[in-house]
Nanobody
Framework: QVQLQESGPGLVKPSQTLSLTCTVS??????????WNWIRQPPGKGLEWIGY???????YYSPSLKSRTSISRDTSKNEFTLQLSSVTPEDTAVYYC??????????WGRGTQVTVSS
């Protein structure tokens, strides 16, 4: 059973960096050819893809967020991390990690609420 669990602060101040970790169990993040994604849903809006890191460490980002986004991984802990810099209240959302969200064999975390507020 593949499980993903997001963790990180629920409140971030404007201009700071949001940092979230996704801990994976039941599968290795280095197993070919999966992609490990970050996705968010702002209040009252649809899902927004942020980016992903491949099984071999290559990263891809949404063009609209690329300048502020970094996704990395720690293979020894089987987890991957999202960093989003210079946050504003518009970055308030539920953040999800997911494996291959567009594939039939996809897995998602439960999501974690992040609020950007002073």
């Amino acid at each position: 059973q593949v499980q993903l669990q997001e963790s990180g602060p629920g409140l971030v101040k404007p201009s700071q960096t949001l940092s979230l970790t996704c801990t994976v169990s039941g599968a290795s993040i280095t197993t070919a050819s999966y992609g490990w994604n970050w996705i968010r849903q702002p209040p009252g809006k649809g899902l927004e893809w942020i980016g992903y890191i491949t099984y071999n460490g290559i990263t891809y980002y949404s063009p609209s967020l690329k300048s502020r986004t970094s996704i990395s991984r720690d293979t020894s802990k089987n987890e991957f991390t999202l960093q989003l810099s210079s946050v504003t209240p518009e970055d308030t959302a539920v953040y999800y990690c997911a494996r291959d969200p567009l594939n039939s064999n996809n897995y998602w975390g439960r999501g974690t609420q992040v609020t950007v507020s002073s």
